[in-house]
């Protein structure tokens, strides 16, 4: 009989991840579709990366020992049930029930950024305390201590994004103002700076060497708030590694080079900062890792 | 023999209260003595206490399971070094070995607001994650999950008291301005409302009853400092349940009402924050608990 496989997926707004796992987390297979919206089509989708993944590997789907998905919106572990995920038209989905009942296989969700913090400390072998925060469309974080990832009691653990402490008090979708998602995010650039149109942080840092005044605001305002998010998430958790994941983290070395410089311009004025050493424990997670698909397949057995 | 007891210590700037924990975690003996300053004072503190207890529970110090201290400054737990615990005039203090060395007893050392988080959660019977928000002369928090306490890498997991985001910008001790500590702590009322002395806290709410404009300033802004660090541990942590405790808890039912009505204005706006139940998360630690001392002696068997 074949080695048992974990398979992990990352169900995001357009694109699902899938990898298998062997049983030392190593990646054997993986596979990228694109995701089809609305309850149906999540579950289609869902179904069909489990199929290329056995035909990648040669086994049957049911030969699988367990399906962890990330997807973004509310969940509820214990009943497998995602509701509020807005950018893949899902109001609310029992899809752990669904995928199992179809596919005979055990099934666990879990937030997607959650997720990728569990996969972000696996793949770059961080110990310790381990805060990712996620850059991408919107803002947030998630946590893992000493290999145990970190829910809270609603599964909203991280929502870092909506804390209404932005001085330019931007109103935010939530209703609040000034929430560090109105400056620091995907959906940020894409409202304050339409001309960098749907994906705007694939061109943000040609705008800017060709002299786009408001693409630097926008990329500074950026920088500032992920420096802010450091800071916070230091001060709150004191985590050994702040990890830099997301969509934006394809802005590379300037955006790290910003955070850092930022932090550094806030020690500079403070003793207490300094110690804290704030600019070195920041990493960003390497181009092309599936964080948060083989985060979902460890967080499948845990 | 006798039933083997814990001491639990929380060593504080004014006060030191030390408590006898039986097997169950149940307080069979309890102490309160002023505490001496200096390393050689606060050595001194120490063994008073445990000297004391002995005598109350009839026994020789030396039949005393272990002690654990919560003391403030920065903690290294496995040397057992307090550091730049400026209110009680230690700059260094291998606090563990010498009382060790002077007792013969187990010595370990932690924060004093992680011990009352531990302590709080223990005494008030919480489950889940819990955050301890200590409204004391600082502002600083405390975690623990799952009975577990979050210490996170350096020992300065909860210092959220120094994030700079109050829109007042008040210049704080550490270098940055706008520190949530500038607005919601003991240290915030002693140098923003002079006329309250060196106890504010204790006239506060009467001054307000007397028609002090001043003080009803500070309270509101005590008020809402406190309630953006609600906000910001639930975000961030997602708690079951956030403790308020620290000394400024003898604010009563006018600090509870009000950190309520502030959370339930800003959800009024924001049908994100409604849905988080920010007001329901919140209670106070009941009075006359000594949470750090308590905490303090069950983590120091963890």
Redesign the interface.
């Known amino acids: 009989m074949s080695e048992a496989l974990r398979i992990g997926m990352d169900i995001g707004g357009s694109k699902t991840a899938a990898v298998a796992l062997d049983l030392s987390g190593a990646v054997v297979a993986s596979t990228q579709l694109l995701t089809e919206r609305g309850p149906d089509g999540v579950l289609d989708t869902a179904e069909h990366a489990i199929r290329e993944l056995a035909r990648l590997t040669a086994r049957s789907a049911r030969e699988f020992a367990s399906v962890g998905i990330g997807i973004p919106g509310q969940i509820d572990r214990e009943l497998g049930v995602v509701r509020n995920a807005y950018n893949i038209d899902v109001a609310r989905l029992a899809l752990a029930e669904l995928l199992s009942e179809s596919t005979g296989l055990t099934v666990t969700l879990d937030n997607d950024v959650t997720a990728a913090a569990i996969g972000a400390a696996h793949l770059m072998g961080l110990s ?2 381990v805060a990712y925060l996620n850059l991408g469309t919107g803002l947030s ?1 998630g ?1 893992v ?1 000493d290999g145990a990832p ?11 994004g ?4 932005d ?1 330019l008090e931007r109103p935010c979708p ?3 103002r000034g929430c560090l998602e109105t400056v620091a995010s995907g959906s940020a650039l894409k409202t304050y700076w339409p001309a960098g149109g749907d994906h705007p942080g694939r061109i943000l840092l040609s705008a800017i060497a060709a002299g786009d005044a408001e693409a630097r605001t926008a990329f500074e305002y950026l920088v500032r708030g992920a420096a ?1 998010c450091v ?10 590694t702040v990890v830099i994941g997301g969509g934006l983290r394809l802005l590379g070395d300037p955006l790290l080079d910003g955070i850092r410089t930022t932090l550094d311009e ?1 020690s500079a ?5 300094t110690e ?1 050493q704030l600019g070195e424990r920041v990493q960003v997670l390497p181009e092309d890792s599936s964080a948060a698909a083989v985060g979902a397949a460890l967080a499948g057995i845990s």
Not at 231 to 240: G, I, K, M, N, T
């Open positions: 310790g305390t974080a946590f201590v970190l829910r809270g009691s609603h599964g909203v653990a991280g929502e870092i909506h804390l209404a402490v001085r939530c209703g609040q802010n800071r916070l998430l230091v001060l709150a958790l004191d985590p050994h806030w004025a403070s003793p207490f900062l804290l």
